[in-house]
């Protein structure tokens, strides 16, 4: 019964818990609204002018469809963002988004109610700790937005990283005589093992293209899919070196150069804080070893002094 009655309240807890976060989520802003406005505004009425006659009941359902219907589309646009910050992590299986959602609602019902269940198998009261039920399904909401930041970030680091090697590839290619759209598919194959975070997103590049889609609108999704400034930059570079058609492997060789420069400017700021970042270990570990070290002998010695002359 103890059992019963702990899973019904973590349940319930739950559930408040999400229909308060579905509660607030992001509103359509202003423009948006008006624009579906207008848009409906202009939509051929098929309905005959008897049947346009409201009641209260039917203006009312109305209105409520009208709301669901922005929450739809706000929901639409949430999961839009969501599936952009999942490319930016890597995962771009149609599947990613709902895997996700999945992930958060499990954890954010499944960490209270391991806590429930554990409390009653050790039998502990529940009732005294039913304010960590709510806490423990907001961490289960939490949690997996901030480790797909947190990839979102080493990801990022690792194109950086990898872009100079890229670029110089792509230079030898062009230079060489391939295409760009040939370089680019040349080097996702050349750095699939050493860098395969930048091959894929080459890669994937170079599908687009090869399916059609516009050469300046695959560079910039791709500069967007990767949120790495020098990759825009690389893409603002290419899109204006074919627009103006200048030499392709002369600006691909300068912006090579440049990037070469930028790594090792970023390998010497790295290095200037180590300095820095070592005053930490040294005081609270290294310290204290030393000292104790150092200063120990002579503080038994002093102790055995001390006590002779006390006898």
Known sequence: MVTAVAVLACVTVMLLVLAV??????????????????RERRTVRLVPEAEERKTPLADWARRLLQSVGQRFSSANRTHEALRRRLMRAGFYGEAAVANYNGI???LAVGLPLVFTVILTLLNISVAGM???????????LVVPSLVLDSMITRRRERIQRSLADAVDLMVACVEA???????ILRVAQELKLAHPDIAQELQLCALEIRAGKPRDEAFR??????GVRDMKALVAMLIQTERFGTSVARALRVFADSLRTKRRQRAEEAAAKTTIKLIFPLVFFI????????LGPGLIRIMETLGALRK
């Open 21 to 38: 976060y579905y509660a607030l989520a992001p509103q359509a802003p202003p423009v948006v609204e008006r624009l579906e406005h207008l």
């Open 104 to 106: 958060r609602l499990a």
């Open 130 to 140: 039913m304010f960590a039920l709510p806490l423990l399904a907001l961490v289960g």
């Open 177 to 183: 005589g391939l295409s760009i759209n040939a370089a």
């Open 221 to 226: 999704a791709l500069g967007e899919r990767t």
């Open 287 to 294: 310290f204290p070893a030393i000292l104790v070290v150092l």
